[in-house]
């Protein structure tokens, strides 16, 4: 018999039904019915809840007996029969597709491998489930999971279903290929995988590690090639040794993504390639309609991932519905970026709304959220965006391919509404308070971050992790990297600051590593921050390098010829006279008398700001430098200028001004203390008069050019 199948899941059991009719959308009877298949490796995943426990370190059988601490084993349904599931699903919401309705044919799952742990016709996975954040800082708790433990393999053949159940002549074929063992049978594939149909007008294959092998990716190559969209993650693409970094920006993710599968033959012959980067986006690379990236302009994975913590099963399940939705309602002419941003929405509300709500303290029933999925991939207010990728250049950026992008709009809505209202299609990296667009800045703070989750993932370092930041007087150095630490690790740090320019001697020195050595003695992590470590000592020019050259390799400085061990500490060196890591490293390593290729050579990583000024006249992006900095400068010193709506009160005239003028005399500086030398106290708007006089302001900017600005002047490109 032939069974189209849905699984109702009650008490984490799945009701088989067979042959069903009810499953067909409400059309006119004249109307065809498309029949899908979905077929691939099918498992019974195992969801273990533990409840909240409350024992210390006592974990042995003797304490943990009699507790409060509960587990409660929970089953579904996984693989295809989870995606034939969702797809049964949605035939049933009805909306009719092109040409007609749709009928799903998919595995059976029997009862008892949903009740029976023992049951060993089909592979069973295992996992452990807790309660976690609905988001970090808030109390409300999903369940989510914590570990997973891995698979237990089937044994014997009788838990999949044979190629004779399926119809001949689908419209559509949605293979689920987890390296289970589908890929290598030929006698679990439908009939019209191996003999092609001319009713089958796509296909749609998930796939897994290994990827690109095996008799079923060589039979649909030969069969369904111009027909064929992969749906991977980036994870597995990296398992098979494709040069793909982690993550640092949407612009070099994707650029490698892109170039990694283009150059390699196994993947030149299907039609499209969509390669998931896990709730946050995509890369859709069609040989038709050239390759896009969609991805959620303020948050990269692994940043989503630490605002939203653990995890769950069916991100990719996600994708592939919404992409077989679309294959079915629009056909040929159908919007594959526009499915994926669907299937990421979707992905993300499974990740939102968990398997269940709870703060732990009681045990749940697991189970998949089909409603809220489907929902969401009905959803029209999606929350990411999408740009076509063009040729790789160097230092290229999404900013850029935003033809006729009104930039002096979007930094006065960034400054009145925030970025998260204005940059809707521009990446924005944000760090505690500080943020930035500019891909060089993302990439260099995103590297220092990493290198420091990884510094103080050692258990005892041996030396100090020793870095580098840059930028022009004023860039505010110190407040990106300060930002990035306190928001990596929120009340771990003990912060001092050293400014070198104001020592008169190396000897000195011993009383600024005795404080550092005080912190780490008292059980902290000491952020130390060597502000203008490249000013001349003694008119010796770099002159202070020498003497950080022990402490930075061996963990360790002298006083009175003995040795006294520093201990794990970050210690930041801010140029002072150098603006970028470009410059500092030419001058050190033409003076070798200095030391400074052996300081080089110690440092870890180094961060170049560029600050609120122009970098040159291909610089268009430090208009919205500008506006991010300059909302939060004013978010931090005159909180009550922003309505109950957050949006900041300030005349047309003062923003543009503060938004173009020429420059900044004194960088961030010169910003920051024009705000504070106009008069906002009690004020509810920033009118003109709140403005300081023209000799003051002269401090800081042309003071001509920027009352010419405010009095509606113009200025930069930016109109009232």
């Known amino acids: 018999m032939i069974l189209s199948l849905t699984f109702s899941m009650i008490d984490n059991t799945a009701i088989v039904r067979g042959s069903f009719k009810g499953g067909l959308m409400a059309v006119s009877s004249k109307t065809d019915v498309k029949d899908i298949i979905v077929a691939g490796d099918v498992t019974v995943d195992w969801n273990i809840a533990r409840a909240r426990v409350h024992l210390g370190q006592q974990t042995t059988y003797q304490y943990i007996w009699g507790s ?79 570990e997973f433990w891995g698979t237990d393999a089937a044994v014997t053949e009788g838990g999949q279903q044979s190629a004779a159940e399926f119809p001949s002549d689908p419209c559509g074929l949605v293979l689920d290929d987890a390296n289970l063992g589908f890929r290598d049978r030929q006698d679990l594939w439908p009939a019209s995988v191996t003999k092609p149909s001319p009713k089958t007008s796509w296909v749609l294959a998930k796939t897994a590690h290994p990827v690109a092998r095996g008799p079923l990716w060589e039979t649909l190559l030969s069969n369904y090639a111009d027909k064929l969209t992969v749906v991977v993650s980036v994870s597995d693409l990296r398992k098979a040794n494709m040069h793909i970094g982690y993550e640092l920006s949407w612009e070099q993710i994707s650029s490698e993504i892109v170039q990694a599968v283009t150059a390699d033959s196994r993947w030149q012959r299907p039609l499209r ?44 399940s996600c994708y592939v519905v919404s992409l077989a939705k ?57 929350p990411l965006s999408s740009v076509k990728l063009s040729a790789f250049k160097e230092g290229w950026t999404i900013f850029s391919l935003h033809q006729g992008l ?93 400014n070198l320019s104001q020592l008169e001697s190396h000897e000195e020195l011993p009383a600024a590593f005795h404080r550092v050595r005080d912190c780490v003695l008292k059980h902290e992590l000491p952020f130390v ?20 050259l022990a402490p930075m390799q061996d963990g360790e400085f002298h006083e009175g010829g003995l040795p006294h061990p520093l201990g ?30 052996d300081f080089l050579s110690r440092l870890r990583g180094f961060l170049n700001i560029l600050g609120p000024n122009a970098q040159g006249e291909k610089d268009e992006g430090f208009l919205l430098r500008r506006a991010l900095l300059l909302r939060s400068l004013l978010a931090r010193k005159a909180a ?81």
């Open 640 to 720: 009550h200028l922003f309505d109950a709506r957050n949006i900041l009160q300030v005349d047309e005239g003062v923003l543009a001004a503060l938004l173009t003028v020429s420059s900044y005399k004194h960088g961030a500086r010169s910003m920051e203390c024009l705000i504070d030398m106009s008069s906002l106290s009690g004020k509810l708007m920033f009118e003109r008069s709140c403005l300081p006089a023209r000799h003051q302001l002269d401090l800081h900017v042309d003071a001509d050019e920027f009352l010419r600005i405010v009095s509606g002047g113009g200025g930069n490109g930016i109109d009232k």
């Open 68 to 146: 409060d601490m509960g587990t409660r084993a929970c089953s579904q349904a996984g693989g295809a029969a989870l995606l034939a599931t969702l797809l049964d699903k949605l035939s049933r919401r009805g909306k009719a597709v092109s040409g007609g309705s749709f009928r799903v044919h998919g595995p059976q799952v029997p009862p008892e491998a949903l009740t029976d742990p023992n049951y060993r016709n089909l592979t069973r996975s295992y996992s452990v489930w807790s309660a976690f954040p609905f988001r970090m800082g808030e109390k409300r708790m999903v369940w989510r999971a914590a």
């Open 326 to 382: 679309t294959l079915l309602e629009e056909g040929d002419k159908s919007d594959t970026v526009a499915a994926v941003k669907k299937g990421a929405h979707a992905a993300r509300t499974l990740h939102l709304k968990g398997y269940a709500e709870g703060d732990g303290s009681r045990l749940v029933d697991l189970q998949f959220p089909v409603a809220g999925v489907l929902e969401a991939l009905e959803s029209r207010d999606i």
């Open 529 to 548: 921050f060597w502000d203008e470590f490249d000013t001349p000592l003694k008119g010796r020019e770099l002159g202070w390098l020498r003497y950080f």
């Open 406 to 498: 009104d930039v002096g709009k979007v930094a006065r809505d960034m400054v009145r509404s925030g970025p998260q209202q204005s940059l809707q299609d521009i990446p924005l990296e944000r760090i505690g308070n500080w943020s930035s667009i500019d891909r060089t800045e993302i990439e260099n703070i995103r590297s220092l971050r990493n290198i420091m989750t990884e510094y103080v993932a050692q258990a005892r370092p041996a030396r100090p992790l020793s870095l580098a930041v840059f930028g022009p007087p004023g860039s505010g150095k110190s407040f990106a990297v300060k930002e990035a630490a306190r928001g990596l690790f929120p009340g771990q740090l003990s912060s001092l600051e050293f």
């Open 568 to 597: 794990p500490s970050v210690f930041v060196f801010a140029g002072g006279t150098h603006s970028t890591m470009e410059s500092f490293r030419q001058t050190a390593e033409q003076n070798p008398a200095a030391k400074g290729r």
């Open 273 to 316: 390639i969509v390669v998931v980067l896990g709730t946050t986006g995509a890369v859709v690379i069609d040989r038709a309609a050239g390759s896009h990236v969609v991805f959620d302009p303020l948050a990269l994975e692994d940043n989503w991932r630490r605002e939203h913590p653990g995890t769950c099963i069916g991100y990719g």
